[in-house]
């Protein structure tokens, strides 16, 4: 089984840089992805990392220490539209023998002006 | 491709009646999983097929859920009888076994399920 651990709220203002955390323990870990969930929509793919370091996509980077068990989504420059909930889900072998990813609860952020 | 195309959106139900939950996945993809989100307890998977096999259904909630994939076009979760507490979103989400896709999952927009 895997244990995913966040922040459950964050607020930040506009412009400004925000680190979001996530710690896990798991067992065959297979990587490590971020998604963007907006309020009343679906979950949308931000990021993969599978070796340790940083992996950067314009305003959004994603972070991977796996001997630490600790991934962190880096966002630059805040705007407004960035207020969602970011999800870290973990990748590991399932129970029915494929790699399959375990979502956390997520952490809502908060843009404000 | 129009991505993963789940229906209905919405579906208001009374506590008894059978609820049926349709899902398209992306054409070419040869993972399918179903979750259910609520406040209370995040995004659950439910269950997930391989090139339309069921692989694991140990997250279902119990025997009132079934789940079938009877080809690569198309899956359905059914929840009969329903009940008040099954009231969530229900997402279907497709993915592609890949070295470049990196299994990447792309979610349908759900259903937004209401049992009274």
């Known amino acids: 089984g895997q244990n995913i651990d966040q922040p459950t709220e964050m607020t930040a203002t506009e412009g400004a840089i925000v680190q979001i955390n996530c710690t896990y323990q798991?067992?065959?870990?297979?990587?490590l992805f971020w998604y963007q969930q907006h309020a009343g929509e679906a979950p949308t793919f931000l990021s993969y990392?599978?070796?340790?370091g940083l992996e950067e996509k314009g305003r959004f980077s994603s972070f991977l220490s796996r001997s630490k068990g600790y991934s962190y989504l880096l966002l630059k420059e805040l705007q407004m539209k960035d207020s969602a909930s970011y999800l870290c889900?973990?990748?590991?072998?399932?129970?029915?023998?494929?790699?399959?990813?375990?979502f956390g609860r997520g952490t809502s952020l908060i843009v404000h002006p | 491709d129009a991505g993963v195309i789940q229906s209905p959106r919405h579906e208001v139900t009374e506590m008894g009646q059978e609820v049926t939950l349709r899902c398209k996945p992306i054409?070419?993809?040869?993972?399918l999983f179903w979750y259910r989100q609520t406040m209370m307890r995040g995004l659950e998977l439910l269950i997930y097929?391989?090139?339309?096999?069921?692989?694991?259904d140990s997250g279902m909630p119990e025997d009132r859920f079934s789940a079938k994939m009877p080809n690569a076009s198309f899956s359905t979760l059914k929840i009969q009888p329903s009940e008040p507490r099954d009231s969530a979103v229900y997402f279907c989400?497709?993915?592609?076994?890949?070295?470049?896709?990196?299994?990447?999952?792309?979610f349908g927009a759900g259903t937004r399920l209401s049992v009274l």
């Open positions: 798991t067992s065959g870990f297979n990587g």
């Open positions: 054409s070419g993809h040869d993972y």
């Open positions: 990392n599978v070796l340790d």
């Open positions: 889900a973990v990748r590991d072998l399932g129970s029915g023998g494929s790699y399959i990813p375990t």
């Open positions: 989400a497709s993915s592609l076994t890949d070295r470049v896709a990196k299994n990447i999952q792309y």
């Open positions: 097929f391989n090139n339309n096999v069921p692989i694991d």
